[in-house]
């Protein structure tokens, strides 16, 4: 069966066990999380956690309604069909040789990233973009040597105007 | 007014309603149950296990049509109530658990019966609670029981550290609940509805599925209407027995694993199926793409994870059975299509050819006791009107397909999660509920001894309940999938050391009564039933009787095996 990327936007009460009972549905039932990222909102007592799974087009159904099943659940949006604002961050720490530095500094001009640390033999990178971004950016910075790297999951918010 | 934690407890408990709860004390709870001490109003029944207490809430709120509610300490006590819970989950049964919870400055400190109770029930209740303020304890009660009851019901846990209910405290009343989260969808699609009106008037070979969900929705008497207006023949699940009257010659019997031939086979031979309130449970559906291939399925149920969930359905109707079977009466008595009695004689009588190849049957004997006999004739005895609360096995099996229930709310069994010992903590429940019915507990010599402890609850509290232990010392349903698909391998299902069920009801201060020959079965039954008091009857039964007809797992349940 062909498996699809989704992205669901979920607005969940601020409570202590929230984000457990939701891990706890996804391993119960045997779905995955992709990645997982949790914030509170501009309304107070309201979190929204974005969350990305790859899964068969009927087992999507079932996780948003199982997930709306869950009484600390407020609205579950798949945003994956909508017009969408996606963002992901992450820091790679990348070996930054001398004889590297000039082609380092133009791959992070390229991709309009930033430098947030300098030491020696190393830089730090900030990326800020949609996955494909992060995955070109290190596709190019492999070759100099990857430290480690530090990301978020995704966050995003559909384009329209109005909450979802 | 100031009350402590306690005594709002208490309070919050009477006012749902609720005159009867099931408990067990300890450390965590000392201060509830001197407030319970001091309070009239609210009967506490002791049990002898946590696990009883839980399935006994179960028993008590099936029969009742109302919310259980069990009180247990904290740790073991807690623990203990995760089989009942899980239970009640699973068949979708309305319970509040209040469980004693060490005080809030030590959770998490790994204290004297601490567990993370509220963590371990996560998975199977339908909503949980750790109550850390006494100001939010009535409100959070109070959400409790409205969860437990509305929308797809279930069993919810509030875990209370024993400062909270320690603690003195104004009282407020707690306002109406209202959830932004949480919005059942009662009221079915009216489109969906017609479509399915349309369905029926023109469908020539129908069947009407019921479940548990018509039995949770009270819907049996619209289900029955429906079913006569439209000439539409009726099979149920497990959970969904009593929906519709068992001696209606439009019931076809229970369906699935192990279904009469002719439910099975108006399944797989229908071109419309209704089903209301189920949730297609491998026990029912058997090989999932054989399974009523041929059909149109409209299927109605409250909870929108249940359609689409193993079956695709054409007509998915998210809502209340009750309002949903109503509407369609409605619907149909507007279009005239009032009387379909004439529609479909070719249907119902392909239907009494399957019956009359494949009734449901047994061998009887003269020398040895058929379980089937002892169900048979507790049915005549009781004149079909007992609630009747099964353990898990063989002797739920030949309790579903022999006892024809008529009504809904009279067959209590754990179908969902099956959990062996259920039918004795039940049948307490229900009896509490039901004082003026007749409750028998259909057991078998296994299940019997996992809750055997509460025999000790009926005797004392004067609950009236009748065991019948269908006795073959064997775990029957283990021993009869080894003798069909493992070589006769008996491996660990051999019980004949047993105790002596006699002297054991003796010991309780209960009625013990054996039977060993089919010619007493009748006087037994009948000096059991008759006899006041918990009775233990115990019946020396076929040994290797095993129960049919049986579809193996995983297979088509069209092809069954008969005998």
Redesign the interface.
């Known amino acids: 069966m062909k498996t699809n990327r989704y992205l669901l936007s979920i607005l969940?009460?601020d409570e202590?066990?929230v984000l457990?009972?939701i891990a706890?549905?996804f391993s119960?039932r045997g779905f995955n999380i992709d990645s997982l990222s949790v914030a509170s909102t501009a309304e107070p007592n309201v979190s929204r956690i974005t969350m990305v799974t790859k899964c068969e087009p009927?087992i999507i159904?079932?996780i948003k309604?199982?997930l709306?099943?869950l009484?600390?659940?407020?609205t579950v949006n798949d945003l994956t069909d909508k017009k969408y604002v996606q963002r992901q961050l992450a820091l790679i720490k990348v070996n930054a040789q001398p004889d590297k530095k000039a082609e380092i500094l133009r791959i992070v001009d390229i991709f309009r990233c930033r430098i947030v640390d300098v030491g020696l033999f190393h830089y730090i990178i900030e990326v800020s973009g949609d996955t494909e971004k992060h995955d070109a950016i290190v596709s190019l910075l492999k070759p100099m040597g990857i430290i480690e790297i530090a990301s978020t999951g995704a966050i995003a918010l559909a384009r329209e105007n109005g909450k979802y | 007014m100031k009350l402590t934690g306690a005594q709002i407890l208490i309070k919050m408990i009477k006012a749902e309603g609720v005159d009867t709860i099931f408990g067990y004390p300890g450390g965590a709870v000392i201060d509830i149950y001197d407030a319970l001490a001091k309070q009239v109003g609210l009967k506490h029944i002791l049990v002898r296990h946590e696990q009883g207490a839980v399935h006994a809430a179960d028993g008590y709120a099936r029969a009742n049509k109302s919310v259980g509610v069990a009180l247990v300490t904290s740790g073991p006590g807690a623990t203990n109530t995760v089989t009942g819970i899980a239970s009640a989950h699973c068949d979708s049964i309305p319970l509040v658990v209040f469980t004693g919870q060490v005080p809030t400055g030590l959770i998490g400190n790994d204290a004297f019966q601490e567990v993370d109770i509220v963590g371990i029930t996560r998975p199977c209740t339908k909503h949980n609670y750790l109550v850390k303020s006494v100001e939010k304890l009535a409100f959070i009660i109070k959400e409790a029981f409205y969860l437990a009851r509305s929308g797809r019901p279930g069993p919810v846990l509030v875990d209370l550290p024993k400062d909270i209910v320690q603690t003195l405290v104004e009282f407020e009343e707690p306002g109406e609940i209202s959830l932004k989260s949480y919005k059942p969808t009662y009221k079915p699609n009216k489109k969906q509805l017609n479509k399915v009106v349309d369905l029926i008037s023109k469908a020539e070979r129908p069947v009407i599925f019921a479940g548990g969900g018509v039995i949770l929705s009270q819907a049996s008497e619209e289900l029955t209407r429906l079913a006569k207006m439209a000439n539409i023949p009726v099979t149920a699940s497990l959970m969904g027995l009593g929906a519709f009257p068992g001696s209606d010659p439009l019931w076809l019997g229970m369906l699935g694993m192990h279904g009469t031939y002719r439910a099975n086979m108006s399944i797989g031979h229908c071109d419309l199926m209704i089903a209301a309130g189920v949730r297609f449970d491998d026990r029912v559906t058997g090989n999932i793409s054989k399974f009523a291939p041929g059909a149109t399925i409209v299927q109605i149920d409250i909870d929108p994870t249940s359609i689409h969930k193993n079956i695709e359905v054409q007509i998915p109707i998210v809502g209340d059975c009750k309002a949903a079977l109503k509407e369609i009466i409605h619907l149909m008595e507007e279009k005239n299509f009032r009387d379909l009695t004439e529609k479909r004689p070719e249907w119902l009588s392909r239907i009494r050819e399957w019956e009359s190849a494949a009734p449901l049957k047994y061998e009887q004997s003269y020398d040895v006791i058929k379980p089937q006999y002892v169900i048979e004739k507790l049915y005549e005895l009781t004149d079909g009107k007992a609630i009747i609360t099964t353990e898990v096995g063989q002797n739920q099996m030949w309790a579903a397909q022999y006892y024809h229930f008529d009504e809904p709310n009279h067959f209590i069994t754990s179908g969902g999660l099956g959990v062996m010992g259920f039918g004795l903590p039940a049948a307490i429940g229900a009896k509490v509920a039901c004082p003026d019915k007749m409750v028998v507990d259909v057991a078998g010599d296994g299940s019997i001894q996992m809750n055997i402890q509460e025999l000790m609850t009926a005797v004392e509290s004067k609950i009236d309940v009748k065991i019948v232990i269908l006795n073959n010392r064997y775990l029957g349903m283990v021993r009869q999938w080894q003798e069909l698909f493992y070589d006769k391998v008996y491996s660990s299902t051999n019980m004949e050391n047993a105790p002596d069920f006699v002297k054991l009801a003796e010991a309780y201060g209960a009625t013990g009564l054996r039977c060993t020959k089919p010619d007493q079965v009748s006087r037994v039954l009948a000096k059991g039933l008759d006899t006041q008091g918990t009775v233990i009857m115990e019946f020396i039964v076929d040994r290797e009787e095993s129960v049919y007809p049986m579809v193996p797992a995983g297979g088509s349940i069209t092809e069954m095996l008969l005998v």
């Open positions: 969940v009460d202590p066990g457990s009972r706890g549905l119960g009927q159904e079932q309604k199982q709306h099943k009484i600390n659940v407020i």
